[in-house]
């Protein structure tokens, strides 16, 4: 039986197929539609039982009490300080509701979980051993035999309940054309089988990364620390319903919202190419002699050349050149805004005379 290693130009790693010898035209492939990417860094946990869409809703940012069969969205689980603890793309076909998650994060997530299962009639199950993900674009994923309805990502258009903090008009992730089939492992074994014979042209995981991060897209594995909030990943827009019912964290997400900031925001940065430098995540980011963040995620785009993410804090100026300190020395890089330093704080609060003004113009 082949596999992953087998196919002509692979490069493999213990994420999965990193790429297939080129990863730059793998991204236009991927981008066109003539591509698949197998999703090595991806795992799924499904959710059976008749309370799974209300129980989810209840631990969750999402509204998904109500969510219809096929229809895709995410969600995210909190901390009480309405940090990110955990992220998972949903989609439920009727009967089970379907989460694929960072590969990373799957054990922890299913072992919380399966821990504020209580009483109710729900099912959960690590399905990362027998199930696999393969993303695309809509049409270049459709005719791929999936377990279960395929997720179509809903970024960067704003969910129900959510809000968008990035200005810029078209969004950077607009045209981009993305979904991911889970497959059992016959149909994956032939999608490889196709792939080693030359039927099947496949991306790899450096192609995805590059598409998701010229998007803006967040992604809990590698944009998340402990202290993440998910307004500073302008996350409102696609997994948090800021009207549903309370869920852990919800506190901290109304208040940032409509009565703060929050304390940091992520910056999209264009990155010196002239010496072939690349940060690594974790890379500081400064402003002068000023550290005002750190590099989160990092690609080589086809079009935009060397690119990266930043969280950095809220009061940085915006639109300054920054220098990212890498291992082989500074880098500049000009930045672009997605969370713009005034994000939040949206509530209309009516003002009150003081009491000498009431009393005197009475």
Known sequence: MATLADVPGAVVDDRGLRHVGSPVAEQRRLASGS???????????????????????????QALTHLSPGVSTEMLILDPQG??????????DGETAWLIVDRADVEALAGWLMRMRFRLRVEVKDRSDDLFVVGGTRD??????AVAPVWVDPWPEVSPGGWAYARVEPHPGSDRDW?????????????????????VALAGLDAVE????????????????????????????????????????QETVAKVHNLGHPPRRVVALQLDG???????????????????????????????????????KRTAPEGIPLVVETAD??????????????????ASIPRLPRLGRRRAAE
């Not at 940090?83 to 439920?92: I, Q």
């Not at 590099?295 to 950095?312: D, K, Q, R, Y």
């Open 274 to 312: 002239s010496d072939n430098v690349l940060p690594q995540r974790g890379d500081e980011v400064r402003a002068g002699d000023a550290v005002i963040g750190a590099i989160t995620s990092v690609a080589v785009h086809h079009e935009e050349g060397p690119i990266a993410l930043a969280l950095i």
């Open 83 to 92: 940090r990110v603890e955990h992220a998972a793309s949903v989609v439920d």
């Open 179 to 199: 979904a991911e089939a889970i497959l059992d492992a016959a149909e994956f074994d032939r999608v490889i089988d196709a792939a080693v014979r030359g039927e």
């Open 35 to 61: 591509a698949l990417a197998p999703l090595g860094d991806r795992g799924v946990i499904s959710v059976g039982g008749e309370d799974r869409r209300s129980w989810l809703d209840s631990l969750s940012s």
């Open 140 to 145: 270049a994923v459709s005719s791929l035999s």
């Open 210 to 249: 590059a598409l998701r991060v010229a998007a803006w897209r967040p992604r809990v594995a590698v944009d998340a620390d402990e202290r993440l909030l998910p307004h500073e990943m302008d996350w409102l827009r696609t997994a948090v319903h800021l009207s549903k019912g309370c869920y852990r964290g």
């Open 329 to 346: 020395g500074p880098l500049a890089a000009a930045q672009e805004t997605v969370v713009p330093a005034d994000a939040g704080a949206t």
